[in-house]
């Protein structure tokens, strides 16, 4: 999954720079089905939920989120986890780039959404033991819960009305 996030850059858009890959991945390493999610996958529950489906047993995200978008992989990192009652280790890049300054961040979140470990403003490493299959103690399991898309009544707005104008083009 990629995005046209516009940020003040002379190298483009990611669409440019990568292509976007046509399916996702549990892979599996001595048991352990991890659930691999890159950067911008972590922003949606959909690729989450997916994974979980799949039969990962824990989520793992790597990023090179830069600022001022650190708080939003915080926020999102925790919130896939606790969605889908798994584990979620994020890693994130610290420091500062050619052009952008990245914000670290690097955390392992408990399936009930908890943080167990987070590094600092430097580089460090985080040694965690999880206990795999990690399943909440306290909350349902969303995924046996989850309804099938309901219909949408009354009046509808067109996507395209729903996205707000460009920074660099405000006719779109």
């Not at 996958?41 to 039969?55: C, I, K, M, S």
């Not at 300054?101 to 999880?130: I, N, R």
């Not at 909350?139 to 729903?162: C, F, H, K, M, W």
């Amino acid at each position: 999954m990629l995005t046209d996030i516009e940020v003040e850059s002379s190298s483009g858009s990611e669409r440019d720079a990568y292509i976007p890959g046509d399916d996702l991945l549990v892979v599996d390493h001595e048991g352990l089905r991890m659930g691999l999610m890159i950067c911008f996958d972590a922003e949606f529950p959909e690729v989450a939920r997916a994974l979980a489906r799949a039969g990962a047993d824990l989520l793992v995200t790597i990023s090179a989120n830069m600022e001022p978008f650190g708080r939003d992989h915080h926020v999102f990192t925790m919130a896939r986890a606790l969605e889908n009652g798994l584990p979620h280790a994020y890693v994130n890049q610290i420091g500062h780039g050619e052009e952008f300054t990245f914000t670290g961040g690097t955390m392992a979140v408990s399936a009930d959404g908890d943080l167990l470990a987070e590094a600092g403003l430097t580089e460090e490493v985080l040694a965690l033991k999880l206990q795999i299959p990690a399943k909440s103690s306290v909350r349902p399991d969303y995924l046996e819960q989850v309804r099938p898309p309901l219909p949408v009544t009354g009046e509808t707005v067109p996507p395209s009305a729903n996205v707000p104008p460009s920074r660099n083009n405000p006719e779109t």
